[in-house]
């Protein structure tokens, strides 16, 4: 895909040289600063949309079809599977929109909202019916709370592959399981993909931007619709850009095969290049096992200085493969805000809900930043006496790290 990115007849400007996020930059889950590769696709594409030539405009559809050919790799998937959303919400409204009543769809109570409204949305409107699943105090599904729920009318589970505030990783395969061939799994999978292995092949429809994990900025967001479930969503919201002949004489026309039924338009192409190629470097760094199991260990290191600093972990009982890139705490007895804000004045950039403090590193966090966690929180909770979390690891965390992973 690169190459193709650089076969234009004008060299482009390079860019300025990222100064990259700071060595204390724990906020993936929230924002993912751009990796160099997907800044270089993205400049280089954005060069070639800045002229006229019609090969240019030719290459920048190559981009777009160079993008679904390394996301199906990455999803266990067909090419024609899969089509280029503008965002993860976008992406479920397409889904909803295309998922006809009657039936019900389940919806754990604690989702994210994003994966709640589209269906709130089109449920009054020729969608299936909404009901909401409540985790029982634990934020997730299991496949024993869902056989619970399972009713005649029950059509679809629509579930995020990692709990944004928890990192519980959804059994996505055991819930499949249980749904059977019969009824749909949905998935939001925005804070896993790029984070840790999935276990895509059991999603029957999967979405993704690209904002977080996988470092590839805003504009595009892979939408999975596999073929086993294809013919039981209409193009609800599929415009000429989904059809096959989108000049006919007349119209509606017939839609075309695969995900691009349901693109209203074409897709962001310096963003579907951006995407790609952070798609590639992700299986350059040794795919989602590699960086997976890095995430994790420093995740690990940040929660157990946590620990050793008197903060309790939010489901802290979660086994080593049950927990994502994002872990969350809270230090009792100290107000969330102020330790919050404390964190950020030493150069350590979290999310903060509530109470609870979010964690969320990656492949490029180095283990200094678990030092200066470490040196904050026990600020909170020794003697007054002893020095605060402004010392020369403060400084050394304001350092920027280079953004190649």
Known sequence: MNDQIHHSSEPTTPAAPARGPLA??????RIGPLSRPAAAALADATGLAARVDPADLDRLFALSDAALTSA???????PHEIALAPSTSNGLFTVAAALRGPGT??????????????WLRFAGRGGPAVRLVDPAGQRH????????????????????????????????????????????LIVDAIQGLGAVPLEADAADILVSGGQKWLRAGWGAALLLIRDRCAERLA????????????????????PLPGAAAHLATNPDF???????AAIDDLFDQGGPAAVGTRIRATLADLLDRARR??????????????RAGIGTFRLPGHDPATVHRTLEAAGLITTRRDEWIRLSPHTSTPGAAADLLAEVLHSFTRPASHSTPHSESQSQSQEPICPTN
């Open 24 to 29: 204390g930059y724990l906020d993936h889950a």
């Open 72 to 78: 199906a790799r990455l999803l266990d998937a067909r």
């Open 105 to 118: 769809v389940l919806v754990p109570r604690d989702e994210f909202p994003a994966n709640l409204y589209p």
């Open 141 to 184: 599904i299991t496949p024993d709370l869902l056989r619970r729920h399972l009713t005649p009318d029950v059509t679809a589970l629509t579930v995020s592959a990692v709990d944004s505030l928890t990192g519980h990783l959804a059994p996505l395969a055991a819930l499949k399981e249980v749904l059977g061939p019969g009824r749909l």
């Open 235 to 254: 193009p609800g919201l599929g415009g000429w850009a989904g059809v096959a002949e989108p000049f006919a004489p007349r119209h509606p026309a017939p």
């Open 270 to 276: 310096p963003a579907a290049a951006a995407i790609g």
């Open 309 to 322: 600093a008197g903060a309790d972990v939010l489901l802290d009982g979660l086994g080593p493969h049950e």
